[in-house]
């Protein structure tokens, strides 16, 4: 098997840091944590597991904090038991190739995706479930954190993984490899919707058009026709694509956000001392798909008295921001993490399912999103290409002929 890890070694990790100030090139050194490794194929450990063999993989922004070791000491996720070696890539589409003997739904040949973690309750074949997983919501596991018997081995960057099977959703003949690298954040952008759903007539920003960004514009755009969608972008190639997606208006980022959310919205807009300003209305809701200081201090003030900010982009650092307008205009603050199990026209349905047949049907476009396609090999180039959004336009980077990958 081959595969790309992260292994959480502090000695390694800490001095990645400190070489990386000297040369960015330190992330992918021997030294590195990040490694692309050959390792024998590991048997089946349970026999409701399946081994799959992968077709493509999307890089998704949380394989980017991990390779370039993007996360403080000091946040409370980092303050839990992590995994010894992350396997990195889960946006990924393949076949499964080998199904252990004590499971009759897959055989090899279906074209699968992966839930993401596999350490939920469902994953560990527990017939008890946790408030979060019996809601549906399995990324927010009570028990994620405990520790198990047998680890999935393998992620989607390399040629195969094992896995319980309970992690794995059927791709529909109809969806694509190409679409279905998108399920997961797709899942994540209707579940990221659902927690605020626009209602008619009502103002909606979504601060941040990367790959979740402009899937969240759809997803809105799709639950609700009668809302008026804004868009904040870096670039104008973003702005461009945020209009094809279905944003009524959309600004840049670098011009004056209070002037432009004041004109959207028909709020007031107030100048303090030293550039403080602050907007009396504004909008309904704030989807912050960024999630850095600039980012929510800004959503919290263009959001109305009882408006909602929902808080998207990930970000693994201390912040410092501006929390007056949660008491003081009763801004509601929320987050989103994950995908879960929505009600969709009388139907419960998870995200996951949603996603898959919202991009059968062309509801949810992401050929556009998809920019860039490269072989495992030349994984420097496609990461640095995913970061690259100024330069490179990328949206997502995909790995492609993996399976045929040279050991
Ligand atoms: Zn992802
Ligand atoms: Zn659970």
Redesign the pocket.
Known sequence: MQTMVVDMDVSKIALTRVLSRLTPAAYFAPTAPLRLLTLPDPPLPQPDWVRVRNRLC?I????LHQIFLDASLDVAPVALPSHRRIYLG??MVGDVIEAGPAQTAWRPGDRVVRW?RADDCAARGLADRCPACARGHRVLCMRASEPRSHHPIGGGFGDTFITPASTLVRVPDAVRDEQAIFT??AA?AIHAAWRCLPQPGQHVLVLGVGTIGFLLIQVLRAVQAQAKISAVAEFPWQADLARACGVDHVFLAHADGYAEAAALTGARLYHGRGGNRMLMGGFDTVFDVVGIPATLTNALRWTQARGTVVLVGVNLHRMRVDLTPVWHQEVNLLGAVGHDIVVWQGEEISTFELALRWMQSGRLRTDPLLTHRFPLHAFRQAFATAVDKRQARSIKVAFEELATAAP
């Open positions: 999307g998704c922004g949380s394989d889960h946006e993401g997961e954040p994540v």
